[in-house]
């Protein structure tokens, strides 16, 4: 499976912007997809990761209330709202696709994408 995100960009604090990620093939709805990101000089972290039915997901605690994920199973696409902007929200985001099981940590997951970055300027 391979995964194309994109939608990253400079934005202001307080904005918002909507990152998507596609997969090529239909066995994307059967998988937990995530959303990592890495600043500069730190190491990637946890987002956000959704179920393959949509009706699970879970948040790290810094963008609980402010990111948003969702998925579209008919168009293998993921989705992540992101609100309320702050300039530490700035890193390069990936998805990422996990086979069997729901989880935060990245050696869990066996599809990445390429990356997009998101700066958020103060």
């Known amino acids: 499976v391979q995964l194309q995100a994109s939608g990253g960009g400079l934005v202001l604090a307080g904005g918002y912007l909507s990152l998507s990620c596609a997969a090529s093939?239909?066995?994307?709805?059967?998988?937990?997809m995530g959303w990592f990101r890495q600043a500069p000089g730190k190491e990637r972290e946890f987002v956000a990761f959704?179920?393959?039915?949509?009706?699970?997901?879970y948040y790290a605690d810094s963008v609980k209330g402010r990111f948003t994920i969702s998925r579209d199973n008919a168009k293998n696409t993921v989705y992540l709202q992101m609100n309320s902007l702050k300039p530490e929200d700035t890193a390069v985001y990936y998805c990422?696709?996990?086979?069997?099981?729901?989880?935060?940590?990245?050696?869990?997951?066996?599809?990445w994408g390429q990356g997009t970055e998101l700066t958020v300027s103060s």
């Open positions: 093939e239909r066995t994307f709805s059967g998988y937990t």
């Open positions: 959704i179920n393959w039915s949509g009706a699970i997901t």
């Open positions: 990422a696709g996990q086979k069997i099981g729901q989880g935060v940590r990245s050696s869990s997951y066996d599809y």
